[in-house]
């Protein structure tokens, strides 16, 4: 009896450690929580800022509407730094792809609290080509020159 209940309760602090856990790492990786995956706002804009910093990067930049007035945007990019170093996109070559005052249009899910703030999907230069693919995967970096 008394090494059945102590099964019982060693099996019940397990399941609380494994809930705990689960928890935490849903927090982190709730994108669904905070923005809403099934839509996707388009925005033309020119990058004043870009921030490669973990666990994720963080892109702004201004968009102007038809009357001048400017909103200023805040993304989260989804991949990680390290996922983003994976496929070429270290600090030099991201920083240098999406320098302030560089134009683009930037794919978001809007984030459900509202506001000018998405998980950024997408991102073109200005000529429409991609600079990181859907979630930041598929876009291969630009060749670099040597000069």
Do not use: C
Request: aromatic content about 6%.
């Amino acid at each position: 009896m008394r090494a059945r209940g102590l099964a019982v309760s060693f099996s019940a602090a397990a399941l609380a450690s494994l809930s705990v856990l689960a928890l935490h790492v849903y927090a982190h990786h709730g994108s669904a929580v905070s923005y809403d995956l099934t839509q996707k706002v388009v925005l033309k804009g020119t990058i004043t800022d870009f921030k490669y910093i973990n666990p994720h990067p963080a892109i702004f930049w201004d968009v102007t509407d038809d009357k001048g007035n400017v909103t200023h945007w805040t993304g989260e990019i989804a991949p990680n730094v390290a996922q983003l170093q994976q496929n070429g996109w270290g600090r030099k070559r991201s920083e240098a792809a999406l320098a302030a005052g560089t134009p683009v249009t930037i794919t978001v899910s809007p984030s459900r609290a509202g506001g000018p703030v998405g998980l950024v999907q997408r991102i073109e230069s200005g000529s429409g080509d991609a600079i990181l693919g859907e979630i930041g995967l598929g876009a291969t970096p630009p060749a670099e020159t040597k000069q």
